[in-house]
């Protein structure tokens, strides 16, 4: 993680269409950030088990340099103490704030609008290890394909939910069909 900063965005050759900065070294991580947006590419900002490492100038910084801020209902506090901005405030300034609650679902803020979103339903608790890794893929899945926010919300909510279901950190397996086809059992309609 420390060797983060030597990853460079424009050495990637293939075009990129989002980004995220998550958890890494310290100057990786804001190096990345400023990189995203020299090269005009949108991101989210997912600080993670990373955020103590940031005072509240640096974390308005990622703020400011981020389309999108994603944090846990823990990282949430920590965020607004470190920051002094509420998550109202911190939402205003991206194009949406996601807080994620575990079991008990996610909120999205976005556009002045409040979106709670479900916990899909889980069969058997298995690991939680990566359920947030899990969120943040349904995350880019969504806003990779213009999906709106109660439907990437919920895409997100099963992913996390077909992870705990799993041991281990990201090695559980699906199609989109089969995938599309929980969503609707879960959710009573398709996307």
């Given at each position: 993680?420390?060797?983060?900063?030597?990853?460079?965005?424009?050495a990637?050759?293939?075009?990129?269409?989002?980004?995220?900065?998550?958890?890494?070294?310290k100057?990786?991580?804001?190096?990345?950030?400023?990189?995203?947006?020299?090269?005009?590419?949108?991101?989210?900002?997912?600080?993670?088990?990373?955020?103590?490492?940031f005072?509240?100038?640096?974390?308005?910084?990622f703020?400011?340099?981020?389309?999108?801020?994603t944090?846990n209902d823990?990282?949430?506090q920590?965020?607004?103490?470190?920051?002094?901005?509420?998550?109202?405030?911190?939402?205003e300034?991206?194009?949406?704030?996601?807080?994620?609650q575990?079991?008990?679902?996610?909120?999205?803020?976005?556009?002045?609008?409040?979106?709670?979103?479900?916990?899909a339903?889980?069969g058997?608790?298995?690991?939680?290890?990566?359920?947030g890794?899990?969120?943040r893929?349904?995350?880019?899945?969504?806003?990779?394909?213009?999906?709106?926010?109660?439907i990437t919300?919920?895409?997100?909510?099963l992913?996390?939910?077909?992870?705990?279901?799993?041991?281990?950190?990201?090695?559980h397996?699906?199609?989109l069909?089969?995938?599309?086809?929980?969503?609707?059992?879960?959710?009573?309609?398709?996307?």
């Open positions: 993680m420390n060797e983060a900063h030597l990853n460079v965005i424009a990637v050759e293939e075009p990129l269409q989002v980004g995220i900065v998550s958890p890494d070294g100057v990786g991580m804001q190096q990345h950030a400023e990189q995203f947006v020299e090269a005009g590419i949108e991101f989210i900002f997912d600080p993670g088990q990373g955020l103590p490492m005072d509240g100038a640096e974390l308005n910084a703020i400011d340099q981020a389309s999108w801020v944090v823990y990282e949430a920590l965020m607004q103490e470190r920051t002094g901005l509420t998550l109202e405030a911190i939402a300034q991206v194009k949406a704030l996601i807080v994620t575990g079991g008990e679902g996610s909120t999205i803020y976005t556009d002045g609008d409040v979106i709670t979103i479900p916990a339903p889980v058997e608790l298995q690991d939680p290890t990566g359920c890794d899990a969120y893929a349904g995350l880019l899945y969504g806003l990779m394909n213009d999906l709106d926010w109660a919300g919920r895409i997100a909510s992913l996390g939910a077909i992870k705990i279901e799993q041991k281990g950190t990201q090695n397996r699906f199609t069909a089969e995938f599309k086809a929980r969503y609707e059992d879960s959710f009573g309609h398709s996307f």
